[in-house]
C-alpha cells in the first residue's frame, strides 16, 4: 500500500494498540476512539499473559470487537512473534511498526530522549494511527518451512567456514606447505590425509607404501605417485613450529570433528531444502531458470512469501533492501545508492545469482561486459543486474511459467530496438 492507502486502512480502526515486545514480557498501549492512550500494560510471555491481555482489551473497549484493533508490534529479534500469532489467531489484525520509525519519532512528543517501554508504546499506538506500519507476513506452512531451512543452512555454512579458515590458521604454522599441494582444503583428499597424519612429522614418518595405498584410495586414484613423493619431501623440509606439537595435533582434529559434524548437517538440511522445494510450486518452477539451486530457490521464496501479495517488482526490491535512495536539495543531487533496509538473506541470493549470470558463459555477460567498458566498478554492475532478474523471476513464480530462455532473448531483443 502507499502512504495514503496506509493512512486510510488505519482510520478505518477506531482503536489502535502498540505494543513494545522484549524477551520475558511486552508493554501494550491502546489508543482509543477519543485518541485518549491507556495507560501501559505489562504483558507476560505466557500463556495466562496473553489471555489476560486479550480479556484487558475486551474490557478496556467493551463496544468493539477485536477486528476493529488494528495493532502494531515492534519487534526486538524474534521476540513477540508468538504474541503476534496469538493476536491473529484471536480476530486482531496485526502490523509492524519498523524500530527505526519509533525511535526517529520518539521526541516528536515531548522533545525528550528519554526512552522507556511504556513511551515506546504508546508511540507505538500513535504511529499505527497515522498508517505508518509494514505488512506482518503471517506465513503458510510451506513458506514456514522453507523460511526456518534457509536460515538454518545459512547459519550452518557461515560455522562450516568459520571452522574451515580456523583450520587453515592452525595450518599455517603446524604445516605451512600443506595448503599449497591442494586446490581447497574442503576437497577429499586433503580431508582424509589430516584426518590420518594432522602433523607433517607424522606424515613424513609413515610408511611409503600405506601412504601411497591410502591417498589413491582417498583420492580415488586422481593422485599420482609424483605427487604424493613432492607432498612427503615438502613434509620432510617443512619450516613448521614444533613447539607445543601435542596441543596442535589435538587442536586440528578437534576442528576436523566439528567441521564434518556442521557439513553433515548441512548435506542433512540441503536434502530437505530439495524435497520440499518440488512440493512448492512457486520454487519448483524457479528451478528452470539458470543457475538457481533449491537452496537458492527456497531462500527467495521464503524471504518473500505468497508471490501473489506483491503488486509491483519495486515492492521485491525494497523489501529486500535495493531501492535506490539518495539525496536532492534544488539543483545538487547526491550520489545513488541501495538502500539496503530489508531482508539480507533474499539480497545476499539476488546477488550471488546475479553474479553467476555476469560469468563468461552467464546470460547477463554481454550487458556485464558494457557496463565494465564503461568503467562501471564490477559490484556496481552486478547489483544492477541483480535488480533486474527481480521482474522476472517475480513474473515467473506468479504465473507458474518455466524460464523460456529462447523467448527471454528475444523480449530483450525486441526492449533493445
Known sequence: MTPDEKHAYARAFPIHVGVDTAKTFHVL????????????????????????????LRRLFPDYAPSQMLVGLEFAGHHGFTFARFLA??????????????????????????????????????LVSLGIFVRFPFLTTPYVELRLLSVQRHRLTVEATRFKNRLQGVLDLAWPEFLGHFSGLHKRTPLAILERWPLPQEFARAAPQTVGRYIRAASRGH?????????????????????????????ITQLLARWALVRAQLAEVEARIAVLVEQCPEAKVLLSVPEISSACAATIVSELGTPADFQHPRQVLKLAGMNLVGRQSGQTEGRRRQSKRGRPMLRRQLFLLAGRWCQPRGLYRPEYEAMRARGVP????????????????????????????????????????
Open 29 to 56: 498501549v491502546a489508543q482509543g476512539p477519543d485518541g485518549q492512550r491507556s495507560a501501559p500494560l505489562k504483558v507476560l510471555v505466557s500463556r495466562a499473559g496473553f489471555l489476560a491481555t486479550d480479556a484487558h
Open 378 to 417: 564490477g559490484t556496481k554492475a552486478v547489483c544492477t543486474m541483480a535488480r533486474k532478474l527481480v521482474p522476472l523471476l517475480l513474473m515467473i513464480m506468479q504465473t507458474g511459467e518455466p524460464f523460456d530462455a529462447a523467448r527471454w532473448r528475444g523480449n530483450r531483443r525486441q526492449a533493445a530496438a
Open 223 to 251: 593422485v599420482s605417485k609424483e605427487r604424493i613423493a613432492v607432498l612427503r619431501q615438502s613434509a620432510r623440509d617443512t619450516i613448521a613450529l614444533t613447539q607445543a606439537t601435542p596441543e596442535r595435533r589435538l587442536e
Open 89 to 126: 489467531d484471536r480476530g486482531y489484525p496485526v502490523v509492524n511498526v519498523l524500530p527505526a520509525h519509533t525511535n526517529r519519532s520518539k521526541e516528536l512528543e515531548d522533545n525528550s530522549p528519554l526512552k522507556t517501554d511504556a513511551k515506546d508504546a504508546a508511540q507505538i499506538a500513535k
